[in-house]
């Protein structure tokens, strides 16, 4: 589907703002796996046959928010961050920091607001759809490799539980994306 520059540009300054956020808040791992995402999303967004109306996948988007809070209650009770920062050697930083308060809004603006843009016709709202769907399907995979670089490889790794349910409700997402954008 052809999509208008001023709408590419602004995907793709978002594709690259909230790794570059990500890098000031936790370093240069989790950029990449922000990359991973976003710049998986960007390039659905681009291949895919048109936009699907809000119908085909609200009720989708729905589950998958909620597991992805799920998701996040469980990496906050388990203990990801201190994992995260011993593999990465960054600290865990202070929720209060610039960088972070940045990348929760840029984030919640997103992934809230995709939707309701997507559902008034707005190409870049469908972008922030496909952004969401891609992150959690794609980025949230991590949880299967990051174990590979601690001293136990093969024990419970923080936040692994809930990606067996959030990563697959992701990729219906995005098939459901794909599929209805062909009609």
């Known amino acids: 589907m052809k999509r208008p520059a ?23 791992v989790p950029a990449l796996l922000f990359f ?4 998986a999303g960007f390039a659905l967004w681009l291949l895919a046959p048109g936009d699907a109306p809000l ?3 609200k009720t989708t988007y729905i589950a998958t928010f909620a597991l992805f809070i799920v998701h996040g209650i469980e990496e906050r009770v388990s203990g990801f961050f201190p994992t995260l ?7 865990v930083p202070d929720l209060g920091s610039p960088a972070i308060i940045l990348l929760l809004l840029l984030s919640a ?6 939707p309701f843009l997507a559902a008034r016709g707005s190409q ?11 992150s959690m399907g794609v980025t949230e995979l991590a949880h299967f490799v990051l174990p590979f670089f601690t001293l136990d490889p093969f ?5 692994v539980a809930s990606v067996f349910l959030l990563a697959p409700a992701a990729w219906f997402g995005m098939w459901l994306l794909w599929r209805g954008g062909r009609s």
């Open 6 to 28: 001023p709408v590419l540009m602004l995907a793709s300054l978002f594709t690259l703002a909230v790794p570059a956020v990500g890098f000031l808040s936790f370093g240069i």
């Open 36 to 39: 991973s995402g976003y710049c």
């Open 55 to 57: 119908s085909v996948y």
């Open 85 to 91: 920062a011993q593999i990465t050697n960054v600290a």
């Open 109 to 114: 603006v997103a992934w809230l607001g995709g």
């Open 124 to 134: 870049f709202g469908n972008y922030l759809v496909w952004t969401f769907f891609a």
């Open 155 to 159: 024990h419970y790794f923080p936040g």
